[in-house]
């Protein structure tokens, strides 16, 4: 089954950090454009990131400046670098193909938990 995985997730205080991995396959990981979202239960799931094939990388206002986005492209990972991490980062984060070329493809997430 197509899928692409999340890991790195896990507990943290309040202004650390946490680097999230997102590992797919060639049949999976979308060269062309690569997304992160998170959700958190009861609200709409969030778009934060996004790295395109040259790797410009976009941001959501609530992430910019404190998370970075970037790829692997030979090893098909995808990774956000978390800092100073705050209790409204607490979410399931999850990865995403991001380009019509794609097929559509959600990973499982993996939950950060941040706390003080």
């Known amino acids: 089954q197509a899928q692409l995985v999340e890991s790195g997730g896990g507990p943290v205080q309040t202004g650390g950090s946490l680097r999230l991995s997102c590992s797919g396959s060639?049949?999976?990981?979308?060269?062309?454009?690569m997304a992160w979202y998170r959700k958190v239960q009861g609200r709409e799931r969030e778009w934060i990131s996004r790295?395109?094939?040259?790797?410009?990388?976009l941001y959501a206002d609530s992430v910019k400046g404190r998370f970075t986005i970037s790829q692997d492209k030979a090893k098909n990972l995808l990774y956000l670098e978390m800092n100073s991490l705050n209790s409204n980062d607490t979410a399931m984060y999850y990865c995403?193909?991001?380009?019509?070329?794609?097929?559509?493809?959600w990973g499982q997430g993996t939950q950060v938990t941040v706390s003080s």
């Open positions: 790295i395109d094939d040259n790797g410009r990388a």
């Open positions: 995403k193909t991001d380009h019509p070329r794609c097929r559509l493809v």
């Open positions: 060639g049949d999976t990981y979308c060269v062309g454009g």
